[in-house]
């Protein structure tokens, strides 16, 4: 028994930190820390800035574009001389430079695009809701398992606290003859396996937290440092008052993100039916030259530099109206691609929202599942606890055996057990259709 003994110490002291001196999380907590920490939202938040770059308003599309170009160039041998535009022999220096202006007074895509780009703003946004509303259910999920086997083996512990005084006392009995050997060795099975569910219920409770450390993205905290407040009831409309389908449809992000993607999709069919369209633009050059024959005999005479280049200026200013006629069927493959994509994000849109229709239905169900189940645990746990006082002091006046004490505890045991199960699946159902409903917990 001395190493019995030692192991119920150990095991007390290695749960020790489980409910001593430990930092106490909130679901809000976690949510918060969660939303700082994780990737995903950091890209999403980059994928809002890039829209919202790329998006711009439409007058600006219609500024012109500018370049400037300049060459310096050597010509040796026959060549046209810039001077008289006749062909010599000789060896030329020339500089040329060109100021180029151009701008779209026509473009229909223009503002189709801008609009395309400003829904496409909105579209990210909702993605990036939609990632923290998944992001949200799965930091529920994982709280409430860990709530769940948190509960579970703090009554672990307190009936082990009942094994070992029946163990001692069935030690005493059977050493003073009192009792069979058999009691004992009853009593020894029953008091490893409760050690046994001690310790793979500790390793389990380990295993979540730091499952639900790492969704968090929480580094340097040992998962036996923290614990986790229970979570307040939920109160939920009443169902005669509100549906439950129709607020979701209205409030859960990704509804809106599939919507705006159809609405993205609509534009990008006008974008490319506008490549049928003509586009009217306009052109301006301002260019001029600079030249210095090389090696020439007499030493030929020419203008200084700027004199060249305002003697040699010119303008060159024009319209351009460009009309598709033939492109090799390009345009309506586009098109029909376009509208391929538009009817696959209907599809997409639809599918979500039968999806979330079929999520709320089967929380619901098993909600109220759940609470009638609650009820019918409540009474069995009742009589469980009568039943296993009953049979505990029976056992204390030596009328039923230790076989018969220990179905009794089990029983007691997994009527707590189940009890608590119903009664966390209840409530987290509830914050989880309450979030489907509102984006909110």
Known sequence: MKGKSFLYIL???????????????????????????????????LEVLSAETTHRSPVLEYLPKVDFSASHNYSIGSTIDPATNNRVSSNIQSDNFSLNASMNLLDFNVFTTARRNKIAVLKAQADKEATQAEYSLSILENYFNVLYTQELLKIQLDQFENAKFNLNRVEKEVELGNRPSSDLYDMQVSYSQEENNILETKQLLYNQKLTLLQLMNVENINPDEISLAKADEVVLPDESETNAFENALKNYPAIESRELAIEVARKEITMRKNSYLPVLSAYYSYSSFYYLPLNQPGGQQVNPFWTQLNDNKNHYIGMQLNVPIFNGLRTSRDVQLAKIEYMKRQVESEQEKIK????????????????????????????????????????SSGLVEAIVFTSSKN???????????????????????????????
Do not use: H, R
């Open 11 to 45: 095991i007390l002291v290695t749960a020790m930190p489980l409910f001593a001196q430990q930092q106490v999380w909130t679901l809000q907590q976690c949510l918060k820390t969660g939303k700082e920490n994780s990737f995903d939202f950091q890209l999403s938040q």
């Open 411 to 441: 029983q007691l045991l997994m009527a707590e057990y189940n009890l608590l199960k119903a009664k966390y699946t209840v409530q987290y159902i509830g914050y989880k259709l309450k979030f489907l409903q509102f984006n909110t917990f």
């Open 356 to 395: 979330l229709s079929q999520t709320i239905e089967q929380e619901k169900a098993k909600q109220q599942q759940n609470k009638q189940l609650v009820q019918k645990l409540e009474n069995t746990k009742q009589y469980a606890e009568k039943s296993f006082t009953t049979t505990q002091s029976k056992f």
